[in-house]
Nanobody, 127 residues
Framework: QVQLAESGGGSVRPGESLRLSCVASGNTRRWNCMGWFRQAPGREREVVAAVSRDGEDDTPTFVTRSLKGRFAASVDNAKNTAYLQMNDLKPEDNAIYYC?????????????????WGQGTQVSVSS
């Protein structure tokens, strides 16, 4: 089993930045892709980004089209940690952000079929 713990959420003003972290613990050999989803009130959970652990995945990195240029995903294997850098935040980015991980490639993670999920961290953007 793999446990995931997100951190880094908070309240910011429009235009500011946040970096979310997701630390994997437990059997840390059992993931090769980590992803980020978000869910805003009254809306379905949506994929944000994903990143391959070793860069050899068919989809080594992914950011959903509407967020490209503002959001970026990265991974530090030595720390078993994935990051989501979020720049120029907007009120529509208000959501709970979830980390997910899987051992079957990033396509499955992006499709929401990761094996493991974190509890989520709140991101609030308002002036």
């Amino acid at each position: 089993q793999v446990q995931l713990a997100e951190s880094g959420g908070g309240s910011v003003r429009p235009g500011e930045s946040l970096r979310l972290s997701c630390v994997a613990s437990g059997n840390t050999r059992r993931w090769n892709c980590m992803g980020w989803f978000r869910q805003a009130p009254g809306r379905e959970r949506e994929v944000v980004a994903a990143v391959s652990r070793d860069g050899e995945d068919d989809t080594p990195t992914f950011v959903t089209r509407s967020l490209k240029g503002r959001f970026a995903a990265s991974v530090d294997n030595a720390k078993n940690t994935a990051y989501l850098q979020m720049n120029d935040l907007k009120p529509e980015d208000n959501a709970i952000y979830y980390c997910t991980a899987g051992n079957w490639g990033c396509q499955r993670v992006i499709a929401g079929k990761g094996d493991y999920w974190g509890q989520g961290t709140q991101v609030s953007v308002s002036s």
